[in-house]
């Protein structure tokens, strides 16, 4: 069996990549930049991404199952990769594409949705992977202020938030791609604890083995403090305005992570020691 990886640099599916060989599988991966992709030797490589066609078509060469991240935008390239995989006898995608889907989160979802559709319509099997907010986004939004000042500032202190660790995304992934059974299911993915902004500092500082201070911005003065940090205005107005959002409507912790992979996420306070290396 051979399996195709889209996005194969990213944070999610690198984890992919790497768990699929781990259990012998034959991989191939598609990214813009082999060269300086760093993929395992193990992994077949090829170069192009899903907006061009002969790219997708080579990766779709002798392909059983498909790992597909759609594009958040560009719903054409996730309908072409659909065409091109049917076409190819592609039995069984699995797709990794968000949360606001399952909630139906007005600008968020609608294109994702079509992606997931386009998918269905295409293959005999699919399984869609819909985590939450990331762990590893706190990298770019608290990362530089924990290296320097061992502290967190952030708007909506009280804000509750389910962040997932990036590995069990990828493990639920990966579980679709080689088990059988997740035919036809979507999986909505957070993790295992539902905290607040300052509780997820003070897990930080669990993880790390120091303490990490929590200082409370204003939402001009969080959008200031992520610019600064080099997030686009924009990126740093989405985050807000999701932060906004789950102050007065909080996520819930979903069980699926657990129910596929049979143990419960890992916390917060691991994924800090997991990225220790990354937080000084």
């Known amino acids: 069996m051979r399996i195709l990886v889209t996005a194969a640099t990213g944070t999610v599916g690198r984890v992919v990549v790497d768990r699929l060989l781990a259990a012998g599988r034959t991989v191939r991966a598609l990214t813009r930049n082999p060269d300086g992709a760093g993929l395992p030797g193990a992994a077949e490589v090829v170069a192009g991404d899903l907006t061009d066609a002969d790219a997708v078509e080579r990766a779709l060469e002798g392909v059983d199952h498909a790992y597909l991240v759609p594009g958040v935008v560009d719903l054409d390239a996730s309908r072409l990769f659909a ?5 190819a006898g592609v039995r069984r995608i699995v797709t990794l594409t968000s949360s606001a889907v399952t909630v139906r989160r007005p600008g ?17 099997e699919w399984t869609h992977v819909r985590p939450g907010e990331f ?9 530089p202020s924990i290296r320097a000042e061992n502290v967190v500032r952030n708007a909506f ?11 069990d995304i990828a493990e639920v992934a990966v579980a679709a791609l080689v088990e059988d059974g997740h035919a036809g299911r979507a999986y909505t993915l957070s993790g295992p604890e539902a905290l607040s902004h300052r509780r997820q500092a003070a897990a930080i500082g669990e993880g790390l083995g120091r303490e990490i201070r929590f200082e409370a911005l204003t939402y001009g003065q969080a959008r200031r403090a992520y610019i600064e940090a080099g997030l686009p205005m924009e990126i740093a107005e989405y985050v807000l305005s999701y932060q906004a959002e789950y102050a007065e409507e909080p996520p ?9 992979l049979g143990r419960p996420g890992r916390t917060l306070a691991r994924w800090a020691a997991d990225h220790a290396a990354d937080l000084g």
């Open 83 to 87: 065409d091109r995989a049917a076409r």
């Open 108 to 124: 968020n979802h609608e294109t994702l949705h079509r992606a997931e559709q386009a998918v269905e319509a295409a293959v005999p």
């Open 135 to 143: 762990a590893v986004n706190r990298l770019d939004f608290w990362g």
């Open 157 to 167: 202190p009280d804000a509750i938030g389910v962040p997932i660790h990036e590995a």
């Open 252 to 260: 819930e912790v979903s069980p699926d992570v657990e129910r596929v």
